[in-house]
Each structure stands twice: as C-alpha cells, then as structure tokens.
C-alpha cells in the first residue's frame, strides 16, 4: 500500500522525505508547513511516530495540529507499525482534514507464503522450495525486506529460475537484518530496546564477533550518510549509488543518520574498531564488551534527547 502511494504522490524528480520515530514533533511539523523552493510538491513520509503510540493525548494533538498546518503542496504519509485503538483522536483527526486511514492486519503463516509467490510471478522469478523457505526465514514477516530480497534476485538474474546456491549467496544473513532491529531500537522512542535486541540475538545463539562486524559495518555506512547529509548531497538515489545498496535500506540510513550527530556515529564506530582490536588480541570478552557497547551507546541517545 505504501509502495502505491509513492507512485501516486511523487514525480521522478521528487524524494520521499523520511521521518523515523521522531521524537519531537517541531522538526516534522516545520517540514509539513514549508514550501518547497523548487520542485512542485513536497512528499513526507512518517514512520512509527511516538505520538501515536505514546498515552498523552496532547502528543497525539501536536501531530494533528502539525498535519493541519501542512502546506497545501505537501503530501504526507503516516505509517505505524502497531495498533491504533478506534478511539484515538489521531483517527477521528486524520478524516477531518480529508486524509485516508487503512488498517492492515500483520501477515504471517500461508498468507506470507502467498505473498512471496506472487511476488516472484510478478517479477518472472522461479525459485525452489528450498529457496523460498531461506527468503522467508532471513526477511522474516518484513514484507519491505521481502520485496527487496526478490528485487536483487531480479536485478541478478533478469527473470527466470535462479539457483538455490546463488540465492544463498545473494540473500542477506539473519544477522545483517537483525542489526536493524538493534539500530531501530537504539533510534527509537526508547533507546534500551536496542540493548534488549543485541541480548536476544545473542540468545538465539548468533556469534558475537559477526554481530560487531555487522554493527559495526551498518555505523560505517551511518558516517558515510552523515557526510553526504554535510553536503547536502544525500538522497536516496546518490546513498544508494554511493553504497551500492537498495533504495529502501539507502532510505532507512538517511532517516536514521538525522537522528544523531555525525561525532556520535563515528565515536561509536571507533569504540567498536577498540572492542574488535582488544578482542583479537585476547585482552576483552567479545559478549560482554558488545552488551556495553551498546548499553552506553543508548545512554547517549537518552542524553542527547535531554539536551
């Protein structure tokens, strides 16, 4: 549904504007009433916003009144990865200013299977059962990781059956997409749940020098983007030609790299590069070192907040 709204709301030369959990409504709320200088429309996109999920009732009058003043020109999206109770005024405020709200239940079991397979007839793909049951257990019931999976076995192959050995190979690992439930929740409306995340991850037994080397490459790419934001040359199309990465995930790193300043991401991808060299040489505990990592780096989030 978000995919068709995009096309609907945006030209070729527009981005997407991307807030991710922000938690403060000023900085949204400018970007909704601001005329663009140049291009015909402004196009938002708003993520998980705390001011829905949140139980005070003047945050959720906050956003409404943020959507009221919104230029006429700027076409927003609202996306909330949870439910929303009949009764919250985001709803009833959402149909007052002529805006569309639309529920969708979580998919999962035969219905997740059936979008998998009409996502592969759609682009031409054929796949083994064997390489469906891989796709489903590394993106899980992410549907936009779904689609970018069969996006790249597309890009890869041009169409047509693929290999269960190049699937493996092109397919990224539970660990590489489990770092954006760390980063999520690090970024998110409360910081601890990324250190929560990094403990379920080392229960569900994934090694801890892959989950530094995947962190700490997912922090590398935040510094590139923050530099790129410097330059102002950071869309998506220049992220992911930059990076060589999708545009969802070049989307993602943008919204995420707005929410700290660039010393922080680069301090904390030096602090991993210390936990890395002081566990090859013996002189840390990898599982430990990496739960403090973390553990610190949500207390500098909360400290940034506050500030």
């Known amino acids: 549904a978000l995919t068709r709204w995009r096309k609907r709301a945006t030209s070729s030369q527009v981005d997407v504007e991307v807030f991710d959990q922000p938690a403060k409504i000023e900085p949204l709320a400018q970007a909704l009433a601001e005329m663009p200088l ?10 998980n916003p705390p001011q829905i999920s949140g139980r005070k009732t003047s945050d959720a009058d906050a956003l409404i009144e943020a959507l009221r003043n919104r230029a006429p020109t700027t076409a927003v999206c609202i996306v909330n990865h949870g439910p929303v ?6 709803r009833a405020g959402i149909k007052e200013l002529g805006g569309e709200v639309a529920e969708f239940p979580r998919v999962k079991g035969r219905d997740l299977r059936t979008f998998v397979d009409t ?6 793909l ?27 076995l597309m890009s890869f192959s041009g169409g047509g059956e693929v290999a269960h050995a190049d699937v493996e ?17 690090l970024l998110g409306p409360v910081p601890g749940r990324g250190a929560a995340a990094v403990d379920a ?7 801890s020098p892959y989950l530094l080397a995947t962190l700490a490459g997912h922090i590398r790419d935040m510094v590139a983007v923050r530099a790129q934001l ?32 660039g010393r922080v991401s680069l301090g904390w991808l030096r602090d991993l590069q210390r936990i890395d060299a002081g566990f090859k040489a013996g002189d840390l505990d990898d599982t430990e070192a990496l739960r403090g990592f973390v553990r610190r780096a949500a207390a500098t989030v909360v400290a940034l907040r506050a500030s």
């Open 38 to 47: 140049f291009d015909p429309e402004r196009v938002i996109l708003v993520r």
């Open 85 to 90: 109770t009949p009764a919250h005024p985001i």
């Open 119 to 124: 996502g592969l007839r759609e682009r031409g």
């Open 126 to 152: 054929r796949l083994t059962s064997k390489s469906v049951e891989l796709l489903l257990s590394v993106a899980g019931p992410d549907l936009g990781a779904l689609s970018a999976e069969m996006d790249k």
């Open 169 to 185: 190979t092109l397919v990224a690992g539970d660990g590489s997409v489990a770092v954006w439930d760390v980063m999520d929740g």
């Open 201 to 207: 991850l080392l229960a569900d037994g994934i090694a």
């Open 230 to 261: 410097s330059e102002k040359k950071a869309t998506p199309a220049a992220v992911a030609a930059t990076l060589r990465t999708p545009p969802w995930k070049a989307e993602r790193l943008i919204a995420q790299s707005r929410q700290i300043p």
